[in-house]
Nanobody, 127 residues
Framework: QLQLVESGGGLVQPGGSLRLSCSASGFTLDYYAIGWFRQAPGKEREGVACIGSFHGRTYYSDSVKGRFTISRDNAKNTVYLQMNSLKPEDTAVYYC????????????????????WGQGTQVTVSS
């Protein structure tokens, strides 16, 4: 009923760009904060970007700040992650996740806060 679906992953060369999409069904995203997380083989899952509900204040990890941009289009019920200047170390499965947030606040990349998760999309950065 409440579902998130990621898309846009694939193979890209170092320095290239990808745009990931997170589309929601069963609920409207304007009342939800959205986080993008990634997990590479042998590593812990980490939060890379988050956007709050409504106007959507943002958070970025230091490793992606200045290269990635998270945005939302509530009319399309979709959140995006624009990834530029991609590096091999960005290779991972990327997940979007959501949690209800009736009062917007600076988003946090804390996994325990997020109740709804997508299945992930693979991003591979390689020459």
């Amino acid at each position: 009923q409440l579902q998130l679906v990621e898309s846009g992953g694939g193979l890209v060369q170092p320095g290239g760009s990808l745009r990931l999409s997170c589309s929601a069904s069963g609920f409207t995203l304007d009342y939800y904060a959205i986080g993008w997380f990634r997990q590479a083989p042998g590593k812990e899952r980490e939060g890379v970007a988050c956007i709050g509900s409504f106007h959507g204040r943002t958070y970025y990890s230091d490793s992606v700040k200045g290269r990635f941009t998270i945005s939302r289009d509530n009319a399309k019920n979709t959140v995006y992650l624009q990834m530029n200047s991609l590096k091999p170390e960005d290779t991972a499965v990327y997940y979007c996740a959501a949690h209800f947030e009736v009062v917007t606040a600076t988003p946090k990349p804390t996994e325990a806060l997020y109740n709804y998760w997508g299945q992930g999309t693979q991003v591979t950065v390689s020459s």
